[in-house]
């Protein structure tokens, strides 16, 4: 039998705020393979250098915002913690 309920869901909650910043070491991870893609092929082609580098930097943007949006869930997660809130609203 659980003793304190919020405790499970703080867990939890600390769970899904560890996964959502594991999605900032993934979005490097996706950059770093990004400009290497990007200078290989500069490599191979150097006269395709502008639209390379063009797609690159849209390409980076992309995937940049996907990690800030797992930064931004995770603190939402952590600090105002709207799951716990709305859990505690409910034992009273």
């Known amino acids: 039998m659980m003793q304190n ?3 499970l869901v703080m867990a939890i909650a600390y769970i899904a705020a560890a996964i959502a910043v ?4 993934l979005t490097t991870i996706g950059q770093a393979r990004i400009a290497c893609a ?3 092929g500069i490599a191979r082609q150097p006269e395709a ?3 390379l580098t063009s797609s690159m930097i ?3 943007a992309f995937a940049e915002t996907a ?5 931004v869930v995770a ?4 600090f105002p913690n709207p799951i716990l ?3 505690y609203h409910l034992l009273v």
């Open 85 to 87: 809130s709305n859990f």
């Open 22 to 25: 594991f999605n900032g070491f």
């Open 75 to 78: 603190l939402i997660i952590l």
């Open 38 to 40: 990007a200078l290989e």
């Open 67 to 71: 990690g800030i949006y797992g930064l």
């Open 5 to 7: 309920p919020a405790a």
């Open 58 to 60: 849209i390409s980076l």
């Open 49 to 51: 250098r502008g639209s």
